[in-house]
């Protein structure tokens, strides 16, 4: 019998926001596939979790992909983790999660800290429909482009920006969208954490 892939939420700041149902996930599972393993030492040092540890992110994840599905076909457990949050979510871990749908392996999500849902649960702004598109292009025209596409959708739009593009990201959000306001949450579960409602203006 095949083993199991498990999709283990992780916090995405504050790292007491982890479930009893991950620790013991991680704790059980043979191999930990994290996207930086060296992030991830931090929370398996923190809750005594001795799994070994292998890299799975963007530039190693189809070589990884394959021994990973080798491993899980001789019946072993792999615990897949990001470095924050849940895998699969805007990172590398659709490419295993897909092959094993694939291939009819068992994919067990273990839920928990969502940076999306923890920002848009505290936004103010309406929850119960919403758009979420990840990351925009990282050029301004095709950017732009986007933004448009997603001008009068009629509901919450939730995006993620990195923060040294956020003020070319606000100048053309400020183009497109005109001076309306919107939420800007950063630092989410953490110390310096900040949640401002503002026009694009104010915040440039």
Do not use: Q, W
Request: charged share 25%; proline share 6%; with cysteine.
């Amino acid at each position: 019998m095949p083993g199991t892939l498990y999709i283990v939420s992780t916090p995405i700041g504050n790292l007491e926001d982890i479930t009893f149902r991950a620790v013991e996930t991680l704790k059980n599972a043979d191999l930990i596939a994290a996207e930086d393993t060296r992030h991830t030492k931090i929370l398996l040092d923190r809750y005594g979790i001795k799994t070994p540890t292998t890299s799975y992110f963007e530039y190693n994840r189809v070589r990884k992909t394959d021994y990973l599905l080798k491993l899980i076909g001789e019946g072993k457990s792999v615990a897949l983790v990001t470095d924050a949050g849940t895998p699969g979510i805007s990172d590398p871990g659709y490419t295993i999660i897909r092959a094993c749908v694939e291939k009819n392996i068992p994919v067990v999500p273990v839920p928990g800290p969502s940076a999306l849902l923890a920002a848009l649960s505290a936004s103010g702004k309406p929850a119960d429909t919403f758009t979420f598109v990840g990351f925009l292009s990282n050029k301004s025209a095709r950017r732009r482009n986007e933004l448009k596409r997603l001008h009068g959708e009629g509901r919450t739009v939730v995006l993620y920006e990195s923060p040294h593009r956020i003020i070319k990201f606000l100048e053309d959000l400020l183009e497109v969208y005109s001076d309306t306001d919107i939420v800007l949450a950063r630092e989410v579960t953490k110390k310096f954490e900040e949640l401002r409602i503002e026009k694009p203006s104010e915040l440039i």
